[in-house]
C-alpha cells in the first residue's frame, strides 16, 4: 500500500493504492473502497488500515453525524466556515454576533473550556482548524490586549476563516472523539475541524465550473426611525410630575424648532442600502494518471452587508499535485493562497476604540437626512484599508515497502494582516488621526511517521506507528498611530505632522511532540488503541516545558460478533474512548516568569510592561496582574461513550454519545490585597467540567427504484451542562470582572440584581432599626426600584447579587430533509438553539440616559442606530430619573430575557439537466428565511460571545441565490 503526503501529521495517513500496482488511485476509487476497516490488495489480501481520509469519505457517503453534507455547502451563500457548519453537527454551537461580512465568529465545542470574559477568552476556546493536515494559524492574544479595550482586535479584525476556498472543499468533518483529539495533541484541545480539499486527481471529469448569484436584504423589515421629539417624550415618562423637563435634558432635545433633530427622519434611506448583489465564481482542472496527477483551483467571491455599505471580497488559488518518482515513494505538494479585502463598518464606537481618544459625545449624528448628509460626507474623506493575505501548503514524502511505511512531510501556514485608517479633522475637533498596521502570522511545522503493520494468525491485527513534530510559530506586528495631524489630505504616518506613537512587538511560540501509537484489531469483531505522547512548548515555564498525555480506545462490534444473522441490523457498535490533552497557553508572557503591565501610567494610557525581574516598581498599579513562578501546562481530560447503529441496509441510522470534558490547572485571576498594587494575581487550579449528550439521526423514508421518489431525513441534538468544578487554593468562589465565579455552578452566568416592581410610595420601603433600606448608604424613596435583599441586611449591595441565565444554550440541534423525483430535488434545513439568555444592554443604554449623557466612554456613545425604534421593550418600570440610587444600572435582571430561537435556515430546489457529455445542475435557493423567538431585539443570533446584546451586530441579511453546477 501507498501512502501520499503525511498531510494529516500526528493522525492516519492515508493510502494511494495497493503495493503492486504502481498507480496513483484517484480519490474518487479511494472513497469507494469497501466498507470494512481492512484494505484488500489486488491479490485479496489485508495490506493496512483503513485511512482518516478514506473514513472520511466514507462517513460522508453514509450520513456521518460527525460530516458535513458538501452539497449544501456548495448551493450555500455563506463566506465563511463557521457560516456553513450551523446546526450540522451535533455539539456545535456556532454564534454569529453580527451579520457584517468577513467579521469574526465564534464556534464553541461541547461547551466552552474557559469563562468568557474577554474576547481573548473567547479565542482561547475555538476548535482548532486543519486543511489537508495543516493547521490554520490565528490570531494571538496581543492583537486585543495591546488597546484598553477589547471591541476589536489591532488590524483588520477580519475572519480568517472566511478565506477557505469553500468550493474546492472535498469533506468536512468535526471531529470530537478524545482518542482522534489526542493523536492531533494540544493545538485540538478544544476540538477540531477537519478539512480535506480535492486531490491532485480527483476522478470522473477533469474540468468544474461553478457559479451564483445572490440578491440580499434586510431582515428585520421597515425601518421605524424616530427624531428628538420622539425621544423627548421618552424621557418625559421618568421624571416626577411638574419637572421642568428642560433643565435635565441634554441640548438636542431642547430646542423644538431645531429642524436637524426634531424633523423628519430619513437616516435610514442611505444606511441600510438593500438589495444588493453578490456573485462567487469557481473553476477548476484536473488532470493525469499513472504516476502523476495535479489539479489547478481558481475561485472569486463577494459578500455584502445589509447596511452601512460593508462588503468583503476575496480571489483563491489552489494547486495539487501528486507524483511516483520511483515504485513505493510518493510525493505530493498542496499550495493554497486567499487575498481578500473589508470595508467595515463606520460606527462611532469602532472608531473611538480604535484611535482611544473620544471627543465629545454631547451632540450625537442627527436622524434627518440632512443632517445624516452632512455626517455622510465627512466620512467621504476617511480611510479604512483592510487587506489579508494567506498562503498555506506542504511537501511531503511518503515511502511503502511490504509492511513497512515512512514519511516526512514540511507544513507551513503564512498570514499577513494589513490596515491603515485615517479620519479628518472635520470629524475630530479640528485635529485628524492616522494608523496603520501591519502584521504576519507564521506557522512552520516539520514531522515524521514510521510505522508497522503485523497481521497475525486467526485475524489479528497489530499496527505500531512512532510519530514527531516541530512546530515554531512566530507572531509579529508594526503598529503606528498618530494624533494632530495638521493637513486632511495627507493620510499617512509618513506626513501631515502627526504626533506619533508606535508599537512593535513578536512572539515566537516552539512546540515539540513524539508519540508512539499502538493499534489492535480483531477481524471485525473488535478494535482498540493507545496513545503515549510526550508534548513540550516554550510558553510553559522552564521547569514544566514537557507534559505526557497518554489515551486509548476500544471499539466492539456487537453485530459482527453476536447478531451477525438478523438481517435487519446493519450495525451496531459499543465504543469508549478516553485521552488526556495539553492546552496552549494564551501568550508567551506566562512563560517568562514573575512581570508585571501597568496602564495609565504611559502616554495615551497605554499598556507599559514595567518588569520582568521579578521585583516590583514605582509603576503601579499592576492592572494586567501578578504572574508569579510555576505556571505549567494546563490539560483537558476526556472522555466519552456511545454507540453507532444502523438497520434495515443502512436506511435508517443512530448515533449516541455521552461525554464528560475536564479542564484542569486552568489560569484565573484572583483577587488579592490592594496594598500589593496590582488588581490580581493568576492562580493556576480552575477546573471546569463540560458533560452532555449527543443524539444523531438520519432516515431514508421513502427509496423508490430508478428516478421515482426518495425521501431522506437528517436531525441531531446536543445537551450540554457546564460547571466550575474547582477554583485555586480551595476557593469556593472569586468575582473577576464584574462576573462571579462560583464552585459547583456554570462559568457562564450573569451576576446581577433581582428586579420585584418598584416601590409606589415612600411607605412601601422596607424599614430595619428605624433606617429606611439604602443602596450605597443613599436611602431608598418611591419611584426607586424594588431590589431583592437576599442577606436581610436592609442594604443592597454586591452579596445580594444571584447568578442567574446562561450566555451559552444548553440545548442545540438541527433538522434537514431531502424529497427527490426524477431530476428535482427539493430540500430545507433548521437549527435551534434553547435554554440561554441575553443582557439586553442596548435596553440599558436606552433607559440609563441621566447617567450616560454625564459621561464619555463607550457606553455613552450614540450612534445612528440610535435613532430606530422596535428593538428596545417599552414595558420595564419606569423608574424616577433623578434617582441617586442608579435605578437603570445595568447588573439587574431587569434586563435578562430568554433568547432562545428556530431558524429556517434554507431551502433549495435543484435540477439536473440532461445532457449526454456534461453533468450540470441548477439550483435556486433562500436562505434565512425566517425567526422564531421571543427575543425583543434584532435576531436573536446577534447576541455577543459573552451573553450581551449590544445592538451592534448588523442582522443577518435574508437573501434568494440562483446558481448553477457543471462538469465535463
Not at 449624528?365 to 455626517?375: C, K
Request: a negative charge.
Amino acid at each position: 500500500m501507498l501512502y501520499v503526503g503525511n498531510a494529516y501529521g500526528m493522525r492516519n495517513k492515508y493510502p494511494m493504492s495497493s503495493a503492486g500496482s504502481g498507480e496513483l488511485v484517484s480519490v474518487a476509487k479511494r472513497g469507494s473502497l469497501k466498507k470494512d476497516s481492512l484494505r484488500q490488495d489486488s491479490a485479496g489480501g489485508q495490506k493496512g488500515w483503513f485511512s482518516r481520509y478514506e473514513a472520511q469519505k466514507r462517513n460522508a457517503a453514509l450520513g456521518s453525524p460527525d460530516s458535513v453534507a458538501m452539497m449544501e455547502v456548495y448551493r450555500s451563500p455563506y463566506i465563511s466556515l463557521q457560516q456553513n457548519l450551523k446546526g450540522k453537527v451535533a455539539g456545535l454551537y456556532v454564534q454569529e454576533p453580527s451579520g457584517e461580512p468577513g467579521t469574526q465568529q465564534a464556534m464553541f465545542l461541547r461547551g466552552t473550556s474557559v469563562p468568557l470574559f474577554s474576547k481573548v477568552d473567547a479565542m482561547s476556546t475555538q476548535p482548532a482548524v486543519y486543511i489537508n493536515g495543516v493547521p490554520v494559524i490565528e490570531n494571538r492574544a496581543y492583537s486585543y490586549s495591546v488597546k484598553n479595550n477589547d471591541v476589536n482586535p489591532l488590524g483588520t479584525a477580519t475572519n480568517l476563516l472566511a478565506g477557505l476556498h469553500l468550493a474546492n472543499i472535498e469533506s468536512i468533518e468535526v471531529v470530537k472523539d478524545p482518542y482522534e483529539l489526542a493523536k492531533l495533541g494540544p493545538l485540538a484541545a478544544n476540538g477540531a475541524i477537519w478539512i480535506v480539499a480535492r486531490d491532485g486527481y480527483k476522478g470522473g471529469p477533469n474540468v468544474t465550473v461553478d457559479a451564483s448569484l445572490t440578491a440580499s436584504m434586510a431582515s428585520n423589515g421597515d425601518v421605524r426611525m424616530t427624531n428628538a421629539n420622539d425621544e423627548r417624550n421618552f424621557r418625559a415618562g421618568f421624571y416626577p410630575e411638574g419637572t421642568d423637563l428642560d433643565r435635565y435634558l441634554p441640548a438636542y432635545l431642547k430646542d423644538r424648532t431645531d429642524p436637524m433633530f426634531f424633523g423628519a427622519p430619513g437616516w435610514a434611506e442611505d444606511y441600510y442600502n438593500t438589495p444588493q448583489l453578490q456573485y462567487n465564481v469557481n473553476a477548476s482542472v484536473g488532470g493525469g494518471k499513472g504516476i502523476a496527477n495535479y489539479l489547478f483551483s481558481v475561485g472569486t467571491a463577494t459578500n455584502e452587508g445589509m447596511a452601512d455599505n460593508t462588503d468583503y471580497s476575496k480571489y483563491n488559488i489552489d494547486f495539487y499535485l501528486n507524483m511516483m518518482p520511483v515504485k513505493g515513494l510518493t510525493v505530493s505538494t498542496i499550495l493554497q493562497a486567499v487575498k481578500a479585502s473589508r470595508s467595515r463598518n463606520k460606527t462611532l464606537r469602532d472608531r473611538y476604540a480604535e484611535m482611544e481618544y473620544f471627543p465629545s459625545l454631547a451632540t450625537p449624528v442627527p436622524p434627518t437626512t440632512e443632517g445624516a448628509g452632512i455626517y455622510d460626507s465627512y466620512l467621504s474623506g476617511t480611510d479604512d484599508k483592510n487587506d489579508n493575505m494567506a498562503i498555506n501548503g506542504s511537501l511531503s514524502l511518503n515511502y511503502v515497502w511490504k509492511a513497512l511505511r515512512a514519511g516526512l512531510s514540511v507544513k507551513f501556514d503564512y498570514e499577513t494582516d494589513v490596515r491603515n485608517a485615517f479620519w479628518p479633522s472635520t470629524m475630530m475637533e479640528s485635529m485628524s488621526y492616522v494608523s496603520n498596521y501591519s502584521g504576519y502570522n507564521r506557522r512552520f511545522i516539520g514531522d515524521f511517521y514510521l510505522g508497522y503493520d503485523w497481521d497475525m494468525e486467526n485475524g489479528h491485527r497489530l499496527s505500531f506507528d512512532v510519530n514527531g513534530s516541530m512546530d515554531q510559530d512566530r507572531y509579529h506586528y508594526n503598529y503606528s498611530k498618530g494624533y494632530d495631524g495638521d493637513d486632511d489630505n495627507k493620510h499617512s504616518t509618513k506626513g501631515g505632522g502627526f504626533e506619533l506613537f508606535n508599537f512593535l512587538d513578536q512572539e515566537e511560540v516552539h512546540f515539540m511532540n513524539s508519540s508512539l501509537n499502538i493499534a489492535y484489531r480483531w477481524k471485525d469483531y473488535l478494535s482498540a488503541g493507545v496513545v503515549l505522547r510526550y508534548d513540550g512548548a516554550t510558553t510553559v515555564q522552564s521547569n514544566h516545558r514537557w507534559l505526557f498525555t497518554p489515551a486509548a480506545q476500544v471499539q466492539w462490534s456487537i453485530k459482527h460478533s453476536l447478531l451477525e444473522n438478523v438481517s435487519w441490523l446493519s450495525r451496531l457498535d459499543l465504543y469508549g474512548s478516553w485521552a488526556r490533552v495539553g492546552r496552549y497557553l494564551p501568550s508567551d508572557r506566562y512563560g517568562m516568569g514573575p512581570q508585571y503591565t501597568s496602564e495609565n501610567i504611559g502616554w495615551s494610557g497605554s499598556w507599559i510592561p514595567s518588569s520582568y525581574n521579578q521585583y516590583a516598581t514605582a509603576t503601579r498599579p499592576y492592572t494586567f496582574g501578578w504572574v508569579g513562578f510555576g505556571v505549567k501546562w494546563p490539560y483537558a481530560d476526556k472522555a466519552e461513550v456511545g454507540m453507532r447503529s444502523s438497520w434495515l441496509k443502512d436506511r435508517l441510522t443512530l448515533d449516541f454519545a455521552f461525554y464528560s470534558n475536564r479542564d484542569k490547572d486552568l489560569l484565573v485571576k484572583v483577587p488579592v490585597a490592594h496594598e500589593f498594587g496590582y488588581t490580581g494575581q493568576y492562580k493556576q487550579g480552575m477546573e471546569i467540567t463540560n458533560r452532555g449528550v449527543e443524539l444523531s439521526l438520519t432516515g431514508k423514508l421513502i427509496e423508490q427504484p430508478g428516478d421515482g421518489w426518495q425521501w431522506s431525513v437528517g436531525a441531531n441534538f446536543a445537551f450540554n451542562h457546564n460547571e466550575l468544578s474547582a477554583l485555586p487554593g480551595g476557593l469556593q468562589q472569586t468575582e473577576v470582572d464584574g462576573r462571579l465565579l462560583r464552585v459547583g455552578e456554570a462559568v457562564d452566568r450573569f451576576y446581577v440584581l433581582q428586579n420585584d416592581g418598584i416601590y409606589q410610595s415612600d411607605a412601601e420601603v422596607p424599614v430595619k432599626d428605624g433606617k429606611k433600606m439604602t443602596v450605597n448608604g443613599v436611602e431608598m424613596k418611591a419611584g426607586d426600584p424594588k431590589w431583592v435583599d437576599r442577606n436581610g441586611d436592609n442594604k443592597i449591595t454586591d452579596e445580594d447579587k444571584v447568578l442567574k441565565g446562561h450566555s451559552l444554550p444548553k440545548y442545540t440541534g438541527g433538522f434537514s430533509t431531502q424529497l427527490k423525483f426524477k431530476r428535482f430535488d427539493l430540500g430545507a434545513s433548521f437549527f435551534f438553539a434553547a435554554g440561554q439568555s441575553a443582557m439586553n444592554y442596548r435596553a440599558y443604554q436606552q433607559y440609563d440616559f441621566t447617567t450616560l449623557d454625564k459621561g464619555d466612554n463607550l457606553a455613552g456613545v450614540k450612534e445612528i442606530f440610535f435613532w430606530q425604534s422596535g428593538n428596545v421593550p417599552m414595558d420595564y418600570p419606569r423608574y424616577n430619573a433623578l434617582s441617586e440610587v442608579h435605578p437603570y444600572r445595568a447588573d439587574q435582571d431587569l434586563y435578562l430575557e430568554k433568547v432562545s430561537y428556530l431558524k429556517l435556515r434554507s431551502i433549495t430546489l435543484g435540477y439536473s439537466v440532461p445532457t449526454p457529455e456534461h453533468d450540470v445542475y441548477v439550483y435556486v435557493s433562500g436562505n434565512n428565511l425566517f425567526t422564531v423567538s421571543k427575543f425583543s431585539g434584532d435576531d436573536p443570533e446577534l447576541v455577543d460571545f459573552d451573553g450581551y446584546y449590544r445592538g451592534y451586530g448588523m442582522g443577518i441579511p435574508r437573501s434568494v441565490t440562483l446558481g448553477v453546477r457543471c462538469s465535463f
